[in-house]
């Protein structure tokens, strides 16, 4: 773009929102566009709208002038979904920001999309309520950002993902149609559920600027436990056990090559002794301490009866429990002993978890003579992380990388990313997972919406 | 259509699909599109398919003939979905009801769409396995309906409506493409989701040939109780207590129009006295007799001890439990007492449920002098049904009574359907309870899909 016409649209957004709404190319080099890496969101220019109208404003102005848009939420996302080029628009959400309503007797809140994460779980606490999708980034990660990515976390399997949680939309398309589908009730049929077709399609379709979630009551009972199990077989006897108890929330597999690293590099974190086929973190949250408690305690009975678990840990106290979190928590420890490696997210059907574990490693170990792995996840969801060790750290080595455990997916028909997306990170891979009438029916309905491609247009296909 | 064309037509579908697979236009008359009503199937001939290919062979002739379709599940539907005009070509999926595979490790099932819900309810059962979706017409009711207008029921509130409970989709575009979606896995972010946008879109973005569903464990435990309460802050204390269930399965709500008359027309159906403001039967289903059971008695007591209730009777065996459902399934009754009535199917803000059934009854008493009404519902998801009668039954008498109670939908945010779905019959209220922005983007992605208005082409909108 050249300098007067990068002045003339600078000059028109800022008639648009404000000086305060819009940021220099330079001030917005400052922001990095990945949580892990350092990359610079050199754009053309950075706005910040105040509210819906400002925003379809600004979006109309692009789109009249054919300018492409990323949107920005807390660029808290491992799949570079915020990566700019140097002639994009970036539109944050930052300054609408306001929880407008909380409100306990219909259990839901109503916050814009620039509220983080941990903003509205704490909003929901403060009346009793529990908003249940946590993710690490949450002091950053925004609302906005979750709903446009789907995001999942650990509750995914009593709580469901963000999807599951979100009742209702406003968003601007890309010519800068405002949709208000602020709908507040559970059951509602009344012509197409418009935010399921936003939601999780990474700000391809539209912008999302506010939303009706949905919150549960405060749970007031937590139990954990921390169990080792032999084999494959066992550990499938023991997720169709714990999901008998209708108080699970989280039931976290890690493997050995994972539970091997953590345990020896701080004895700390070693809950139960090494040398099993997997370690598994169990949570039940519930409403009634007493006969939570005792639920939890027969679970634990029934498996030890069984001859299901090896050996078996439960966390007494908050403090304890948080310390079994931070087993599974480890990051910390991957980053010291793996760096670096290959992050995978992937979900796999749980009666082939293990022969997919085996085959990924087998073609990795084909490809590169050696690997170290560290596999774990959320099994109850089939979702499960593998950090890939091979020594070099180049782009082209990570591609090859990922082409080897993609092929292992593609085998066994899990998919490449259960939580994540798509982004710009594995956009390469997708029309290769995807159906032929899958990438048709995406690429009408990306077509319908956004013929242009103003709206994150590096992104997902 | 000529009679020539006509049998061109006919020649051509009996290549595509075979003898079994064409019913001539006489014999599909004696079909009924309307599960209470006598309305004949009249159209120019219905097609039978097989196989999916053999649906996308029939679908990709219409197409290419512009001739429009209906599409028939199994005709159970209350909003006029399933309709016929004489032009019209009907595809039943009757022949595509094979339940394909049940599995209980990864919990899901794999069938096709003309499976009945009932049909696949016994599959899973047969497993140690729950189907959640369960309808009144699930003998049937299909799958593929199911999914088509996101069908509801009684255990919403605790496991979602059909479309939390469908993991992966087949189907067929207007033009006759494949999509096959057909996901197993709980946690899946690769690409858009596309079975949202098919799922409850009432046959007008595509056909369902194909899903993979959700399973849960059977449950193994079943409570319930038959409680009253006096007034409207009395109900929502009682809903509050109840969400803290992990087991809540159902929290059904009658008002005392619906309940006295049942009550005084069958005195097996009077568990509790009259004369309070509010009657609910509550459910719980869960994994553990002798816990879950303590957990109900808990809350019975606590709610005994707050005084939140005024009577309560708790279902002691199977027996007493279908007998206190009865109370609630008096549709019979209704009909003998109230017919002619119209019925609705809403969703309320709980906060206001009390003032909206006042406003309704004002409203129709207003324009009618008087109206006598049964009202009832599944009030933890919001959804409430209504009969009202206020004498004549003509078209004009029904359209009117559905602009007085809309008028109150209206006024409290509320939704003109809850699970019924637009169909034809609301068609004409869709656009003043869609927000213009709604209908705009409804109005892209139906025209990027079916550009001709190939399918179902009077439903909805």
């Known amino acids: 773009m050249s300098s007067s016409a990068r002045h003339s649209l600078w000059d028109e957004l800022g008639a ?42 600004v979006v109309a102005l692009c789109a009249a002038r054919g300018q492409s848009i990323v949107t920005h939420g807390g660029r808290t996302g491992v799949s570079g979904g915020a990566y700019v080029d140097a002639e994009d628009v970036i539109i944050s959400l930052e300054r609408m920001n306001r929880v407008e309503e909380i409100c306990a007797v219909s259990q839901l809140a109503v916050v814009e999309a620039g509220v983080t994460v941990e903003a509205l779980q704490s909003a929901a606490a403060a009346q009793g309520l529990f908003f249940p999708i946590d993710l690490g980034s949450k002091g950053t990660a925004t609302i906005g950002g979750a709903i446009a990515t789907n995001a999942g976390g650990n509750r995914v399997l009593r709580w469901g993902m963000t999807r599951q949680n979100v009742l209702g939309i406003e968003a601007v398309l890309a010519d800068g149609t405002i949709v208000s589908a602020m709908n507040r009730l559970v059951k509602n049929n009344t012509g197409y559920d418009l935010k399921h077709v936003l939601i999780g399609s990474e700000g391809t379709l539209g912008i999302v600027t506010k939303a009706v979630v949905r919150l549960v009551p405060a749970p007031s009972s937590q139990m954990a436990a921390f169990v080792s199990v032999r084999s494959h077989e066992r550990l499938l006897a023991l997720l169709a056990r714990a999901r008998q108890l209708p108080t699970l929330s989280a039931f976290e597999v890690m493997w050995p090559d994972y539970y091997d690293i953590v345990s020896t590099r701080d004895s700390a974190r070693r809950p139960v002794p090494t040398g099993q086929g997997a370690y598994v973190l169990i949570e039940a949250m519930g409403y009634d301490t007493e006969l939570d408690g005792l639920a939890f305690e027969r679970f634990l009975q029934d498996l030890s009866d069984a001859d299901v678990v090896a050996d078996a840990v439960v966390g007494g106290s908050n403090k304890q429990i948080a310390d079994l979190w931070r087993v599974r928590e480890s990051a910390d420890l991957l980053v010291s002993e793996l760096w670096p490696f290959v992050s995978f997210d992937v979900s796999i059907d749980v009666r082939v978890v293990d022969t997919f574990i085996e085959r990924s490693r087998a073609l990795l170990i084909e490809r590169f003579g050696a690997v170290r792995t560290a596999t774990f996840g959320h099994l109850g969801d089939n979702n499960i992380h593998i950090a890939a060790h091979v020594g070099a750290d180049t782009l082209a080595v990570e591609q090859e990388v990922e082409r080897c455990v993609y092929q292992a997916v593609l085998e066994y028909r899990g998919a490449i990313t259960a939580e994540h997306g798509i982004g710009q990170a594995k956009r390469a891979f997708l029309p290769e997972h995807k159906h032929s009438g899958e990438m048709a029916m995406m690429r009408r309905l990306r077509d319908a919406l956004d013929h242009e491609k103003i709206l994150n247009r590096n992104v997902m296909f």
Chains 1, 2 share one sequence.
């Open 16 to 57: 648009l929102v404000g000086e305060r709404g819009v940021v220099s190319s330079e001030d917005a080099s400052s922001r990095s566009c990945d949580p892990f890496r350092t990359v610079p969101a050199h754009a053309t220019a950075l706005v910040r709208p105040a509210s819906t109208e400002e925003l379809s404003a």
